[in-house]
């Protein structure tokens, strides 16, 4: 049986809906913070094509997330982001300033202005989310050491403004989910109890426990809806996996 495809995706969506949870936006858990929820977030990496595909989705079930664009120029598509945006979906930035101006913080933070003045050219953003290269040695969050996100009329960064001691936090990063040994930047300090692996786990959780909080990171490009594209996601994947392993090993060792 196939995982990630779209199709395990709206099986995913609909036990979202048919377990009694709240579907929210970032913003909306951000202004409005709910009892039982799941927070859903999309960081809209590379194929911002299969980003549309999962709004349209969502629309189907009536389920509210968040997709962080990359301003790269295959990912940052006005046309595909408006329409995102139309369906009802909150749109926010998906920065990587850090990583591009090779750690120089005042170029950043100019970098970061500039590219918001262009999502805000299209749609309102109320919320930001850093990219994780895990082939460069910055941090972008890092930039809100020297800097407050808040001055730019932005109200939250997920990697800092949720508390993941209350809310569990579930990623597919890694080609499975919350597989740290394959993620290295798409963490959070907080240790999860659970041990998912497959959609199937995260279905089984949604159905089976009461938990209060849930964050969702989805990563779009990952989830596919053809045979021959997912194989070749999927080998993708692994040639990267085996490159970001090796990163975590020489990182280990650096610090022992
Ligand atoms: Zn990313």
Redesign the pocket.
């Known amino acids: 049986m196939l995982d990630f495809t779209l199709d395990k995706y709206i099986e995913l969506c609909k036990t979202i809906i048919d377990s009694g949870y709240t579907s929210v936006s970032v913003r909306t858990y951000l202004e409005d913070r709910q009892n039982r929820c799941v927070v859903i977030r999309h960081?809209v990496?590379r194929k911002p094509e299969h980003a549309m595909k999962m709004a349209e989705i969502e629309k189907e079930f009536g389920i509210n997330s968040t997709y962080y664009f990359?301003t790269t120029a295959s990912v940052f598509k006005s046309d595909i982001i408006m329409a995102i945006n139309n369906l009802g979906q909150e749109i926010g930035y998906?920065y990587e300033v850090l990583d591009k101006t090779k750690g120089d913080f005042e170029e950043a933070i100019k970098l970061f202005e500039n590219e918001l003045k262009e999502f805000r050219k299209m749609c309102d953003v109320k919320t930001i989310c850093m990219?994780?290269n895990p082939l460069s040695k910055w941090v972008n969050k890092d930039l809100w050491n020297e800097y407050d996100f808040r001055d730019f009329g932005i109200i939250g960064e997920p990697y800092l403004s949720i508390d993941y001691e209350k809310v569990l936090y579930l990623t597919d990063t890694g080609r499975g989910w919350n597989n740290t040994r394959y993620s290295v930047k798409d963490t959070v300090d907080a240790d999860s109890v659970y041990r998912v692996k497959y959609t199937d786990d995260v279905i089984d959780l949604l159905k089976n426990e009461t938990l209060g909080q849930i964050c969702i990171s989805a990563h779009p490009e990952r989830w596919s809806d053809n045979f021959g594209s997912w194989l070749w996601d999927m080998v993708w994947q692994n040639v990267k996996n085996v490159g970001k392993a090796g990163i975590v090993k020489y990182r280990k060792s650096f610090h022992d």
């Open positions: 960081d990496d990359r998906h990219h994780g």
